[in-house]
T-cell receptor, first 117, second 113 residues
Framework: DAGITQSPRYKITETGRQVTLMCHQTWSHSYMFWYRQDLGHGLRLIYYSAAADITDKGEVPDGYVVSRSKTENFPLTLESATRSQTSVYFC????????????????FGPGTRLTVL | AQSVTQLDSHVSVSEGTPVLLRCNYS??????LFWYVQHPNKGLQLLLK??????LVKGINGFEAEFKKSETSFHLTKPSAHMSDAAEYFCVVTYNAGNMLTFGGGTRLMVKP
C-alpha cells in the first residue's frame, strides 16, 4: 500500500541495547524526518535527510544514528538505549525542500512507541 | 531561534459550541505556520497552512486560522465543535528552506456531549 509506514509499532527494550526503528515511504519523497514526541514538548526533530546519503542533525540528535542508503528508507538507530529515550517516535516525509513562500506538507507515519527499561 | 507557544494545554468545549485554540510564535522573519491534528494513537495530519498568501486560512473539517502579524498569533477556530474533533492539536512554525519545523507543546481538545 502507498504511504509511510513504521515498524515496529511498539517496542520494549533494556538500557544499553541497540534498537533500530524502521521507516519506509512509497512516494519517492526527497525529504525524510525523525521526531520524538514527549509530553509537554510537542514533537522535536532528531535527524532529517534531504536525499539518499544526505543527513543532518535536528534539535535533539544525541544518542541517535541515521542512514539513508535508499530514498524510500530512513532507519533510526539508538546505539545504546537509555531510559530518557523512552518516547513515541514519528517518521515523516516531504516531497522537496521549501522556502518561506512554498511549503511542502510533511506526511507522518503512525509512530513507534518505544519503552526503555 | 524560532519558537511557538500554545497558550492552553487543555481546552474543553461542549458539542455544538465554538472552538478556539491559541498559538503565538516568535518572529524574526516572515514565518510559515501550520496546524496539525493528532487523533489518539494516530500520526499527525495537516489541518491548514499559512504561507504568506491570504491571512485567513481555511482548512479541513471546518477549521480555520487567522495570521495576525501585529499580534504574532495564529489562533485556530471552528464555529461548532463535533465529538470527532476531540484530539491533540499542534501549532507549527518554520522559517527556513530546510523543512525544519518547530512544534508547540500541543493542546488537547475535549468535546463534551
Amino acid at each position: 500500500d502507498a504511504g509511510i509506514t513504521q515498524s515496529p509499532r511498539y517496542k520494549i527494550t533494556e538500557t544499553g541495547r541497540q534498537v533500530t526503528l524502521m521507516c519506509h515511504q512509497t512516494w519517492s519523497h526527497s525529504y525524510m524526518f525523525w521526531y520524538r514526541q514527549d509530553l509537554g514538548h510537542g514533537l522535536r526533530l532528531i535527524y532529517y535527510s534531504a536525499a539518499a546519503d544526505i543527513t543532518d542533525k535536528g534539535e535533539v540528535p544525541d544518542g541517535y544514528v541515521v542512514s539513508r542508503s535508499k530514498t524510500e528508507n530512513f532507519p533510526l538507530t539508538l546505539e545504546s538505549a537509555t531510559r530518557s529515550q523512552t518516547s513515541v517516535y514519528f517518521c515523516a516525509s516531504s516531497p522537496t525542500g521549501s522556502g518561506r513562500s512554498s511549503y511542502n506538507e510533511q506526511f507522518f507515519g503512525p509512530g513507534t512507541r518505544l519503552t526503555v527499561l | 531561534a524560532q519558537s511557538v507557544t500554545q497558550l492552553d494545554s487543555h481546552v474543553s468545549v461542549s458539542e455544538g459550541t465554538p472552538v478556539l485554540l491559541r498559538c503565538n510564535y516568535s518572529s524574526s522573519y516572515s514565518p510559515s505556520l501550520f496546524w496539525y491534528v493528532q487523533h489518539p494513537n494516530k500520526g499527525l495530519q495537516l489541518l491548514l497552512k499559512y504561507t504568506s498568501a491570504a491571512t485567513l486560512v481555511k482548512g479541513i473539517n471546518g477549521f480555520e486560522a487567522e495570521f495576525k502579524k501585529s499580534e504574532t498569533s495564529f489562533h485556530l477556530t471552528k464555529p461548532s465543535a463535533h465529538m470527532s474533533d476531540a484530539a491533540e492539536y499542534f501549532c507549527v512554525v518554520t522559517y527556513n528552506a530546510g523543512n525544519m519545523l518547530t512544534f508547540g507543546g500541543g493542546t488537547r481538545l475535549m468535546v463534551k456531549p
